[in-house]
């Protein structure tokens, strides 16, 4: 790890405690990694020690995955194969609460480890469990216009989250087993551009962040569903961080310079990419440099900053600038998430007395099951350590620890 980071860190936790700094490693990728795997957390199991089939696994796995690739630690790798073997049958059947016949977007996102074992092993049975979800993909309900509907329960309702679920795994399965169906790359387009035509923030609306409201439902019928285009009323970090992260994702699967039948999804991914970065960054909190639960009421009484949100835009800015993918020919997108990440580093971080690393204000879920309401979100209590938080946190921390 490049010593400016560490001692930029080194600053920062001085400011707070002195104390602090020794019990700090000077990396947090590997300190926020180290941690979750010493709690067992994101291990295909659930608390009780079942087989959990959790899109959660499935962000931690995919910062594993980086992760090894960077320090070629094997400790990371075993992780995540361990991981993958606590939810699929030697014979590839994918078992624990996994059912196709709900047709949730949800579990699909533990797909991408499947493809990922099955590059580096060889092995059928990641195949066949991969083969389960693109099934499953193939007969998901959809809208009239294609969008795939975030579950069975959820009738014609398309959620930011989902596009991060089930358009990672679905683009990682094109590019690795059926790179010329063209149709596959088509839908994918599609599945992006519906969401983000139907969700965003029109420039009529006051205040309007030009940003992505959580979610709509085609059908206009559901409480919460607007008049014009059935979209949900707020914009929620933590969907929109999830659509960000897909977005760069995705980029990174197709790759710099993909064949004909990628490149309308290239050029699209780049589009809104490049429409929301500097969008994401300007809704950021002035002062903290972190935004807030309900990012379009800000500064609203019981709202706060919310960290799971705020490290998705951390890694997928800065992944979107260091792989060009992004313009900051001024450095101002840059500095926006460094001064985002120290926030982090230095509210959310707690040092635990057994050398793990603890993580604070994550919102345990956001719905659109309910109202979907500023009083909704608000409501919902925090978790300590909670993964989706602590995933997003060591993606952060991967790209804050390459800048220079
Ligand atoms: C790999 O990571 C684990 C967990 O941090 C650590 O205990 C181990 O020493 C590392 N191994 C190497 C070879 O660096
Ligand atoms: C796969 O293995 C599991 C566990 O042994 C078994 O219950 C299941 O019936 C098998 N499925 C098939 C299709 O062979
Ligand atoms: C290509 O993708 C389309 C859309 O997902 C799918 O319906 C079709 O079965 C795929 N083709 C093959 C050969 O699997
Ligand atoms: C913008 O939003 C308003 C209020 O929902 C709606 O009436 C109008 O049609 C929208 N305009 C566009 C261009 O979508």
Redesign the pocket.
């Known amino acids: 790890m490049p010593r400016f980071t560490l001692f930029a860190l080194t600053l920062t936790c001085l400011s707070i405690s002195s104390t602090l700094v020794s019990a700090r490693p000077s990396s947090y990728a590997?300190w926020a990694a180290?941690s979750a795997i010493k709690r067992g957390q994101g291990n295909g199991l659930d608390s009780s020690g079942k087989a959990s089939v959790s899109y959660e696994h499935g962000e931690l796995q995919w910062g594993l995955r980086l992760l090894f690739e960077r320090t070629g630690?094997q400790?990371y790798y075993n992780y995540i194969q361990k991981g993958a073997e606590n939810i699929v049958f030697p014979n590839g059947t994918v078992h624990g609460n996994y059912k196709l016949s709900d047709f949730s977007l949800d579990p699909v996102r533990t797909g991408p480890t499947f493809l990922y074992l099955l590059s580096k092993t060889g092995e059928t049975k990641y195949r066949t469990a991969a083969d389960t979800f693109r099934t499953q993909l193939n007969g998901h309900p959809r809208t009239a216009q294609g969008q795939f509907w975030h579950k069975l329960r959820y009738p014609n309702q398309g959620w930011l989250d989902g596009i991060y679920m089930g358009d990672v795994f679905y683009a990682q399965y094109t590019k690795d087993l059926q790179p010329t169906n063209a149709s596959a790359w088509a839908d994918i387009n599609n599945q992006f551009n519906l969401m983000f035509q139907n969700t965003l923030q029109n420039s009529t609306v006051p205040n309007s962040a030009g940003l992505l409201y959580h979610g709509y439902d085609f059908s206009k019928t559901t409480v919460w569903a607007s008049a014009d285009r059935g979209h949900s009323p707020e914009v929620w970090d933590r969907a929109l961080g999830w659509f960000m992260m897909a977005l760069v994702d995705v980029l990174d699967i197709i790759g710099p310079t993909p064949p004909a039948a990628q490149q309308q999804l290239q050029t699209s991914l780049l589009q809104i990419l490049r429409t929301l970065a500097p969008r994401v960054k300007a809704a950021a909190d002035k002062d903290s440099g972190v935004w807030w639960l309900v990012i379009s009421q800000p500064g609203r009484s019981e709202n706060y900053f919310e960290s799971s949100g705020s490290a998705m835009f951390v890694y997928s800015l800065l992944k979107a600038v260091r792989r060009g993918y992004v313009s900051d020919s001024d450095g101002s997108i840059v500095a926006a998430m460094k001064k985002a990440y120290e926030y982090m580093a230095n509210n959310w971080v707690v040092a635990n007395s057994d050398g793990t690393m603890g993580w604070t204000n994550t919102v345990q879920v956001g719905s659109l099951d309910g109202a979907g309401d500023f009083n909704y979100y608000v409501g919902v209590p925090t978790d300590l350590n909670d993964l989706k938080g602590l995933a997003a946190f060591l993606l952060a921390s991967l790209e804050y620890e390459t800048l220079s």
């Open positions: 590997v180290d630690n400790t």
